[in-house]
């Protein structure tokens, strides 16, 4: 089955960059997402990536996907302290699409 | 163009009460899914749902658990005789069709069982 894997935690300081990895294990997904959410909200899509792209950019946001490797990372520029929150990687199943989910990083971006 | 609307956003039952969540996806959207969040931890899919078909319920607890996305009006996920264990958020998410990248969610429902 699909499994999706992310560290728990990333701490930064204020104008630094942050890098949130993840690994999936289902080589047939066809997007692979980035989700963010702040306490007590519902998820935000920040950005998602086709599967046989290797990079994508948005404003302050860098999403890169080896595929090979079945890794994907987020890259935030200049992180903020509005960009404390939960991010989580999703996987798109080729079956019936649904979403597979991390179990989230928690971002914590510090003065 | 409102996004996901869910509601109630809180609900409170106790133990053996019926929940009853709903869930308006975006307009013009026809796909509708459930995941559950439970404290500390990330999105489980529960159900996959078109207007009057369900497509993948793999993710659905066999026993007390149902959803439906009827012709006319929201989704519900109905949970009968819930138990603590059931207290989690509750978080639809709706996309044009099948083979859209994007799926957008709701606010979730949270729900608390004393």
């Known amino acids: 089955g699909e499994d999706v894997e992310q560290s728990l935690f990333l701490s930064v300081r204020e104008g630094d960059s942050s890098v949130i990895n993840c690994t999936y294990t289902d080589s047939s997904s066809t997007y692979l997402y980035w989700y963010k959410q702040e306490p007590g909200a519902g998820l935000q899509l920040l950005t998602y990536i086709f599967s046989n792209m290797d990079m994508k950019q948005d404003q302050r946001l860098t999403v890169l996907l080896n595929k090979k490797d079945k890794h994907l990372s987020l890259r935030i520029a200049d992180t903020q302290t509005g960009d404390s929150a939960i991010y989580f990687c999703?996987?798109?199943?080729?079956?019936?699409?649904?979403?597979?989910f991390g179990t989230g990083t928690r971002l914590l971006v510090s003065p | 163009n409102a996004g996901v609307m869910q509601n109630p956003r809180h609900l409170v039952r106790r133990r053996g009460q019926e929940a009853r969540l709903r869930c308006s996806p975006m307009k013009g959207h026809s796909h509708v899914y459930w995941y559950r969040q439970l404290p500390e931890e990330g999105l489980k899919f529960m159900v996959y749902?078109?207007?009057?078909?369900?497509?993948?319920e793999s993710g659905m607890p066999k026993e007390r658990f149902s959803a439906e996305f009827p012709k006319e009006g929201p989704s519900i996920l109905r949970i009968q005789q819930v138990v603590r264990g059931d207290s989690a958020a509750y978080f639809c998410?709706?996309?044009?069709?099948?083979?859209?990248?994007?799926?957008?969610f709701g606010q979730g429902t949270r729900l608390t069982v004393v």
């Open positions: 998410a709706s996309s044009p069709g099948e083979g859209s990248a994007e799926a957008f």
């Open positions: 999703a996987e798109k199943d080729t079956g019936f699409q649904k979403l597979v």
């Open positions: 749902l078109q207007k009057e078909n369900i497509i993948d």
